[in-house]
Every structure is written in structure tokens, then in C-alpha cells.
């Protein structure tokens, strides 16, 4: 009897130690600025090193500051065969993409110049490395097209240009020193709507796009308030230079106050990744007033309360999404064996994170604490919040890499998973 308690007991310790999850480990922490300026991306190389653009006009490599103005103002990044890439803007007409060497060195290798003028929205626009046969970049804009409505096109022109207008991605191929066709990405939307896309991914030949269609106006004049936002996906092949696979993959109700007059919109965050061709998406949303000033949400971190979604592709197209917690700024990365990551910043301002192994999600875990409201609220423009985002990579140690606004500074911290 005693032998049979001893083992059940065995058993139950090991099944228990079996399911507890190893807590993460911070294992070091780096002061990238005493300032928290809005994060624009974290880009890791073959070695290693970070860089972290904090501002259009500042940048840091490796935790130091580089002149840029010889450069222009940066606008995009990416890595390419394990070095990284960083794309400016000198002006309107021109455009210089610059490797690092020799640490924090920057070199330009492509200079475009006199590209087709009025055609991009200046610090809208990216620049993405495509492999593949083509092996080209391909630089990603907008143009702000007038309604095909007649009467509505009729109102832009004899307005001078503040009518209704609708937001068009652009992409164009570059080679060499030249910018080739610059033409509007047919993505399958309807005519009257706008487009914005949050998110790219590159592959083989291929480009995908994640971002909104919606038929919401710019400009002056009265708002539809009753237009839902879509979360869209685009897949366009290089090689065959068209667009190839379309989805809808989830669509938000408008949100109305408690008169029901007023239309309250979405500030997205969308986070994508890959593994295997295997496509995975996470997105989550802050609600705010978009009509007056005066009736602005109070921005306060108790008040996060928005769902965090995770939709995955296996090739056949975007699964129902799923709740899988609750916050913002979500963060979806795909480690060296294609497990899936989702970090965000809950309303206790912790930074949580969960894993998907063999298509089952752990519980959620604390990865770091302390991040406060005026960490994540940069501030109000035009009657908008604009939210502090976060950005991780993965090292080749499997150690996830985040860069974010910690007690009003910014913060590299590389953290230890399970």
C-alpha cells in the first residue's frame, strides 16, 4: 500500500513539474535612451546587433546615436542575407537605401532619384526586399485618389482639393538605380473605399499585405458613421506581377457613444509572421471619439479592455479568429522551431506573453512590469491617441528581443523564454 501511495505521489509531481511553465528570464536590460520616443522598429543582423529607430530625424545602432542628415529622413528598414538595410528620404524626389558596416557605419548602395513626383505621401511609404528570381526591392505608397462618384469628384475639384478622398496603395519595383512602373496595387477592393496597410511580409516571390479597407473618407464633409472597418489580407507574386489570393479575415462594427451619434473609431495594431510559408496574425484594437476633442476617451490604462485576436494560414486561407487575451499592442514572432509567440501590454501595464506549441496555448505569463500610462499614451493630435508601440525579435539563441518605453525611457531587453 505504502509503495502504491509512493508512486501515485511520484506521479502527480511529475505530471506537475511536466505542465508548469519555466518563468522568463530577463537576461539583460540596455538604456537605448532616456527619452520615450516612439519605437519604429528593431532590426537584428547575422551578429546580433540591434538597431532601433526612435524618431524621423534620430537613430540608434548598437545603443548609439548616428547622424543621419547626410541621409535624409528614415522611413523603413529590413534585413537581406543577415545584414541590415535602412531606407531614407532626402526629399520628395529621391530615395537612398544604406547597408550597415564596420558597426554603426552606414554605406549607400541605392540611390533613386526623380521618381514620378505627387504619387507618394512623404513618410508613408517602405521600401521591401523580395527574394527570389526577381531579387528586386520593392517600394510600397500611397496616392490619395478623388471619389468616382461624379458629383462627389466634381465637389474635390471645385473645392481646391479638400473634398473626398480615398487612400491607394502604390508599389512599384526597383532596380538597379531605377524605379520602374509605379502602379496601383489592384488588391480587389471596391473603387470607393480606402485601403491602408499595416503590415508587410516578404517571401519567395511573393508580398503580403495586411491592412483595413474601409469606406471612410478623408477630407471634409460628413462622415458615414456606420462604415465597419475590414482587416484585409493581399498576397501578390512578384515573379507573375499580380495579385494572387485576397481574404477578408475579420470585420469591426462601427462602436457609437451612448446618444448614438457619434462614431467612435479603432486605433489598429496588427502583428504578423511566418514560418514555413505558415502565416500568423494577431490584432487588437483601442477605441476612441473621432468627432470633437472635448469627448476624447480618457486614456487610462484601466480603461484597456479590447480583446487580442490570432487568426493563422495554412495555405487554405485565414481560420476565425480567436481570443486569446486581453490588451494592446500585440506582437505575434515565430521562433527557430516554429513555435508562436504573442507578447502585449495588459491593463495592469504588464507585458504578458503567451506560446502556441502543437497547436495548444500555454497560460498567459509576466514577462516584465511597470510600464505606465505615460509609457504607452505618446499624446493627442487632431482628436487622435497615438500609442507607443513595441517591437521583438527573435536572436539566434531563441532569446526574444524587446524594445519598448519603461519608466519613461527606452529599453532593450532580451528575455529567456521556455
Known sequence: MIKKCYWKILLAVLSMAYNVQAKPKVVDWTILSD???????LFIDKDNKTFVKAAGHSLWINNNQVKIDQYGY???GFVKYGTVHLVFRPDEQNINICSIVKDIALEEHIVIEDFPAGTVVLGEEQVVYVPGESDAYYLLGYRKQTSSNPVEAMKFWISGGHGILYDKPL????????LLSYEMLRYGGKTNESYRIKEVLTGKDKIRFFGFRTQKQIGSGNYPYNIPDVLYYTECNTKKKKVVRTQDIYEKSPYFNEEGKLRQSAYWHVSA???NDDLFLVFSWHDYHSAKRTDIIEMK???????????????????????IGKGILPL??????????????DSNGNVVHKVKKDDKWSNE?????GVDAEDVWEGMCQGEWFLQN????????????????????????????D
Not at 527619452?35 to 522598429?41: C, Q, R, S
Not at 505575434?332 to 501590454?345: F, L, P, Q, T
Request: proline share 2%.
Open 74 to 76: 528614415f522611413i523603413n
Open 332 to 345: 505575434a514572432r515565430a521562433d527557430s522551431v516554429g513555435n508562436i509567440h504573442v507578447i502585449w501590454v
Open 390 to 417: 513595441m517591437y521583438a525579435e527573435f536572436d539566434s539563441d531563441d532569446n526574444l528581443n524587446l524594445v519598448f518605453t519603461s519608466n519613461r525611457k527606452l529599453v532593450l531587453a532580451k528575455v529567456k523564454l
Open 301 to 323: 490604462m484601466e480603461n484597456i479592455n479590447t480583446p487580442i485576436y490570432y487568426s493563422q494560414n495554412n495555405g487554405k486561407g485565414f481560420g476565425n479568429a480567436e481570443i
Open 35 to 41: 527619452t520615450p520616443l516612439n519605437v519604429a522598429g
Open 365 to 369: 505569463q509576466f514577462i516584465l512590469n
Open 273 to 275: 509572421d511566418n514560418f
Open 171 to 178: 508599389l512599384a519595383e526597383i532596380r538597379g538605380q531605377k
